[in-house]
């Protein structure tokens, strides 16, 4: 169940409610019991630390680069590489084109 922050706008009376996501909105402070207790729109309530998957693979930067990534910029490198090769001359290359690298 999530944790709900509500706050008076009467007397600023804040409160911390476990509550069900079918649960009405309270509207009634408990501190003063106007009724101008509103829910508060708050950060989330948790942080990814470490260095796990997302820190290598989402987060971009040198942190590192995820095998897809790199898969997919060496398959869009290869027909335009394929493409300039064969306009070479295979004995122009350092192994005479004879390796599986050409």
Do not use: N
């Not at 680069?65 to 335009?80: F, N, Y």
């Amino acid at each position: 169940m999530p944790i709900y922050a509500y706050k008076c706008e009467s007397c600023g009376h804040a409160k911390d409610v476990l509550q069900k996501i079918s649960d009405a909105p309270l509207t009634d402070c408990p501190a003063c019991g106007a009724a101008s207790f509103r829910k508060q729109l708050t950060a989330a309530g948790f942080q990814l630390k470490g260095s796990g998957w997302y820190a290598t693979d989402f987060r971009g930067g040198s942190g590192g680069t995820s095998a897809a990534a790199t898969a997919s910029t060496a398959t869009a490198d290869a027909p335009a590489s394929t493409a300039s090769e064969s306009s070479a001359p295979a004995a122009s290359t350092a192994c005479g084109g004879s390796c599986a690298c050409h």
